[in-house]
């Protein structure tokens, strides 16, 4: 789809190899770190850099609007990466929406995770990397929607004629209130092309199991068709990140079943704040999902429409240490009428990086 462009074909600016680089080890996606995203308010990840550009996630299963490159160290630096996050939250409508929960009432809620990775040493054109990521959310009120959640993960890469393929598996498993809530398989094979020396495009396929052990009508197999590009500028400080997928799940329940589409832009600026370099993202995301079967309780085919509006911070306090602060609104529209809301979430975590 993307012819593979010769190196010398350009003149490429001085950090263009260092972004090839970057995007070498184009594998996956946290799956934890996305999950959190969606099921627990505060509890996204920090913000993207041509080293680990992200879209965001979508506020609804199947989670994943895209894959999302993992974090890349720096040349030189240590294969083990650690990551603890600590922060609060407030979230106006405290909803699972992948069993189509909503509690109709706000909570504030505490916020944890830690995120652990080794590069195994391979050779320059390669890499494959192995992950564990943790993250618990507490609510004040609402303690049978708290979220537990452990994903183990590996990722590949390779690097041909100036391009990255990649390949990515994961599983997690999911507790709600204490209880086992979901498991889920993930695998994506991704590629990055380079088009310039500031635009790329990555098409990437996804494939999801999920298991519910209490909601096996819920119980669903999920492919993903998409494609993102990137556009760096500000010497690759700053990007704009578009992207779309097609969407196709099939369920237990026959009623769960859809078809449906998501559009995503987001831009990322870098920016000064009391002297210090801190980063600005905002995003705005469009899902549309149309069900294949008729909804007893409706008497028709249902399809659920949403749009997420975001703006995040992320802030360095000291040299490891920085301060996220996230602020959401959601607008879900529905002939069902349980699916129509309206939601604000605001978050703020401490993040200490070891590596």
Do not use: C
């Not at 965001?56 to 299963?61: G, M, N, W």
């Not at 995120?115 to 990521?133: M, V």
């Not at 999920?222 to 760096?232: D, K, N, W």
């Amino acid at each position: 789809m993307f012819p593979l462009r010769d190196p010398s074909a350009f003149r490429p600016a001085p950090w263009r190899h260092s972004l090839i680089d970057l995007f070498s080890v184009l594998i996956g996606i946290s799956v934890s770190q996305a999950a959190m995203a969606q099921a627990t308010p505060g509890g996204g990840d920090p913000l993207p850099t041509p080293a680990a550009v992200a879209s965001s996630p979508t506020d609804r299963p199947p989670v994943l609007a895209s894959v999302v490159p993992p974090a890349l160290a720096k040349p030189g630096s240590p294969p083990f990466a650690l990551t603890v996050k600590a922060g609060a939250a407030y979230d106006s409508d405290v909803t699972v929406s992948q069993i189509n929960t909503s509690t109709g009432q706000s909570d504030p809620l505490a916020t944890m995770a830690l995120s652990t990775s080794y590069k195994i040493p391979t050779s320059s054109a390669s890499s494959i990397t192995l992950g564990y990521d943790f993250s618990q959310s507490l609510h004040q009120t609402l303690s049978s929607f708290d979220i537990q959640l452990h994903t183990a993960s590996i990722s590949g890469a390779l690097k041909v004629r100036g391009s990255s393929l990649g390949l990515s598996y994961s599983f997690s498993h999911v507790l709600l209130g204490g209880h086992p809530f979901l498991d889920m398989h993930f695998i994506s094979p991704s590629v990055l092309v380079p088009v310039n020396s500031q635009i790329f495009v990555r098409p990437s396929f996804i494939y999801l199991d999920e298991r519910f052990p209490t909601y096996s009508t819920h119980d669903a197999k999920h492919s993903q068709p998409g494609l993102q590009a990137f556009y760096f500028f500000d010497q690759a400080h700053a990007f704009v990140l578009v992207g779309a997928n097609y969407q196709r799940e099939t369920t237990a329940g026959p009623e769960f079943t859809y078809r449906g589409y998501a559009l995503d832009a987001s831009l990322t600026l870098p920016v000064r704040v009391l002297r210090q370099e801190s980063k600005l993202k905002a995003s705005y995301e469009w899902l549309s999902y149309n069900y294949d079967y008729i909804t007893p309780t409706i008497g028709v085919n249902r399809f659920d429409r949403a749009a997420t509006f975001k703006l995040a911070a992320e802030m360095p306090i000291l040299k490891k240490l920085s301060l996220n602060i996230e602020a959401k609104h959601i607008v879900r529209r529905s002939n069902v009428y349980f699916a129509n809301l309206g939601e604000n979430v605001g978050s703020a975590q401490l993040v200490y990086k070891f590596r």
